[in-house]
């Protein structure tokens, strides 16, 4: 009996000295599905993120992945490098984070480190060139070309990815984060500085890894149209602390969403939603 | 202060006069004011202890206008040339060439090396230079793992040099091991040391990094020196056994090479083989590199240098990471460590200075920064450069500081400044310096 859900956030708490930055917070992820993080800017999206992934450590709270075959883990109690490689969780960054200097193929090759390590013997049998190794060098640079093709850079396989494109970046994070095989894939504002293009491709690839790989999708996004038209689920914080959840359509429709982000207070941001009606 | 461009360039020849001679005085009265005291007088300790003095007013004012005429040709030659850039200075065609001809000098440098005994054999000091110049570069291939590849920047790694040096020597005084017994202990003492140097550092980056790396090195140094009882302090180690070709003694002895083969016996035998054992080590240290790099292990060590957050991201552990990328690098230090002590016969303290470790660093960056064959053409350059420059007497410091001046300028990312991919699908193209990463810690 599989867990419907992915990963459940209770009571998280973040501090940052005197500020608070995440404050109460309690949500969860369905398994399979797209779950959309959204709010104002310095909502504290990207701390409930590195939350999760590892790269803060939570003030309070409980951060739980669920396995279908094994037991829970805490994420909070994980350093950032075993959250990936033991909770298979993988991130992509608000401001991208690729190997500039490697090959685009380079950088998704990295990304299978811990399992090519495996595969290399702690590099002993790769040293000597073991077939055990090269046959499973083949098959991370198969898996590499698969996910090339998906993100449709195969032709920009031997370029430096700091050569890319900027729309091309994104992709390749994303594939980059796919590499890893992740149970949950967690991706801070992709459609940052797409134009609408590229934007509805990025929905596009994020609904076909929903489809194909069946990974479960936790993603920031201020793009609404990619919000709106991709999720599932939709979690609205502001300041902090959760505002409204539900689907795409309840969160739209929400007055206290609607407050958050047009900037003024509920009361006032009914009215103006009433009288436009 | 008006700030002139080269925009000026259309202005009217009057103006243009006008700057150049502006800009010429200006020079030439920096180099009044700067050496005047360098150059115009000379000062030296009288024979009884006094300081005395004399001036050189007539040398002074030859560089002052050397300077003036100097400035007016350059400005002058801006003006009509154009802005000079290192492309423009040599024709494409040339450029094609070199780069087409740069794929055959790494085989042509090794087969040389190859050689050298052979056409040098005659000539003791081109054979101790060869493996001089090979020990450096054995060093800087090490180094290059860190520094290079993994991008720490480390300015102790002379430490794992004597470590090398010492475990050798001990060891082989002490318990009468053989030198290919004692070269793995060697390198796997270094290794440790490597890691126990890494532990404290791990959290560190960039100029701090620098900065403990740098007291590392001198404290192994003072250790040596004041651990009187176990290194001998400063009147060091002395008659290390010489190394043998499998047990052979490479002496005048019955038992020894020259008799056993018939031949008669010569000193130069050793140097040979001694060129033949660093050449060998060397080779090692660059096909494990190479080899390295094309493994999970070395590209995440290049993967750290370009961006640790990333690595941590997709699940790679920065700490051992890291770890490994010293033990590896101190390893092959401490290979070149046992070699050096057993090719001098005597070691002390004053060999690991703080002047080596800067000496392999300068060898790694000129050389270009993860390059092998740019690290060897610069240890070649600074080591052999520098005698080359001997007969420049009291000049040859400032010819070299001069040469790693115009290339910094002119390379500012080494001799070898762009990086070749570990794997590619199609054609393996070569990565322009400008996006590969220096490393920060």
Known sequence: MSDPLILSVDHLMMRFG??????????AAARGQITALIGPNGAGKTTVFNCITGFYKP????????????????????????????????RTFQNIRLFPGMTVLENLMVAQHNALMRASGLTFLGLIGAPSWRAAEKRAIDLAVFWLKRVSLFDRADDAAGNLAYGDQRRLEIARAMCTEPALLCLDEPAAGLNSRESAALSELLLSIRADQGTSILLIEHDMSVVMEISDHVVVMDY?????????????DDPKVIAAYLGADEKEAISVMESGE | MTTISSDHVKASPTSDIAFILKKAFISAAIALVLFSLMI???????????????TRFDDLAAIVAAVFGGSILVEALRRWVGPIRPGSLVPASVQGAVAQSSRFLAPALLVFALFVPVIFYNQRYILDLGILVLTYVMLGWGLNVVVGLAGLLDLGYVAFYAVGAYSYALLATSFDLSFWVCLPLAGLFAACWGVMLGFPVLRLRGDYLAIVTLAFGEIIRLVILNWQSLTGGPNGISSIPRPTLFGIPLTNDDDGLAARLGIEYSPTHRIVFLFYVILGLALLTNWVTIRLRRLPIGRAWEALREDEIACRALGINTTTTKLTAFATGAMFGGFAGAFFATRQGF?????????????????????????????????LCMIGGFELFRGLDQYRMLVLGMAMVLLMIWRPRGIIGHRAPTVYLKKAEAISSELVKEGHG
């Open chain 2, 347 to 379: 070691i002390s303290p004053e060999s690991f200075t703080f002047q080596e470790s800067a000496l392999v660093l300068a060898i790694v960056v000129l050389g270009g920064m993860g390059s092998q064959l740019g690290v060897a053409i610069a240890a």
């Open chain 2, 40 to 54: 115009g007088i000379r000062t030296e300790a009288g024979p009884t202890g006094q300081l005395i003095y004399w």
């Open chain 1, 240 to 252: 902090g602390v959760k505002i409204a959840e539900g689907s795409p359509q309840q969160v739209r």
């Open chain 1, 18 to 27: 005197g500020i608070v930055a995440v404050n109460d917070l309690t949500f």
């Open chain 1, 59 to 90: 003030t309070g709270g409980v951060i739980r992945l669920k396995q279908t075959d094994r037991a829970d883990i805490a994420l909070e109690q994980l350093n950032d490098f075993r959250i990936a490689k033991l909770a298979k969780v993988a």
